[in-house]
């Protein structure tokens, strides 16, 4: 497909959770269950879609307290539409918002997996260590 130009619409909203479970997995995070996709994207603080023919092929969403921290999540772009700029597209979106809303001081953080963190750095993210170090744990009810 090397040349072929695609028309790509960026929607500002959150994916379908069909879209969202979807694109995580194909996309290489990890995959979310239905249930707590149905609970999450409604919380999402701002949201971006890429479709293309009515497709999405591309998501990214902001989740916070809309005063003092966001965290920018989710950003996925289907491995067919990746290396055509989809990815900085959301990210510039999405950092569109938090420069017309956040409020002064606002702590915008995220968890850069792999090479991602080159992306990111072009929207003024930094590492935090050694200062701090990004921790996580996550719920097993198996």
Do not use: W
Request: charged share 20%; proline share 6%.
């Amino acid at each position: 497909m090397s040349g072929v130009e695609h028309d790509y619409t960026l929607h500002g909203e959150a994916p379908s959770v069909d879209d969202y479970c979807r694109l995580r997995v194909i996309s290489g995070l990890s995959p979310k269950s239905r249930e707590a996709a149905l609970i999450g994207l409604p919380n999402t603080v701002c949201g971006v879609t890429v479709t293309l023919d009515g497709k999405a092929v591309g998501m990214g969403r902001i989740v916070g307290d809309r005063g003092c921290f966001y965290q920018v999540v989710d950003i996925a772009v289907d491995p067919a539409h990746q290396a055509r700029g989809l990815g900085k597209k959301i990210m510039a979106a999405l950092m569109d918002y938090v420069a017309a809303e956040a409020p002064d001081g606002a702590y915008v953080s995220l968890i850069a997996d792999g090479p991602a963190k080159h992306l990111y750095a072009k929207f003024g993210f930094e590492p935090v260590t050694p200062d701090s170090i990004g921790m996580a744990f996550r719920v097993s009810r198996t």
